[in-house]
């Protein structure tokens, strides 16, 4: 799921930076509590930027910077 990555074209991964992620009615349908903290970090394959965005503004959150982690 999540960290996970496909080979070839669809391996490269980026990392969003996040604050203001809070506890809300989208976030309880989780099995985990949302982290309490001033920002965290998510590493996401290329082929779930646009999910993992959407997940990240139902949650309450506000991206702060995404950047592309180099491979290998």
Not at 14 to 40: H, M, T
């Amino acid at each position: 799921m999540y960290g996970q990555t496909t080979s070839g074209a669809n391996s490269r991964v980026f990392q969003y930076e996040v604050v203001g992620l809070r506890q809300n009615d989208e976030s309880d349908k989780n099995s985990y509590q949302i982290r309490q903290s001033g920002s965290i970090v998510i590493n996401v394959p290329y082929s779930r930027l646009n999910e993992e965005m959407q997940r990240i503004t139902r949650l309450g959150g506000k991206i702060v910077s995404l950047k592309p982690l180099t491979q290998g």
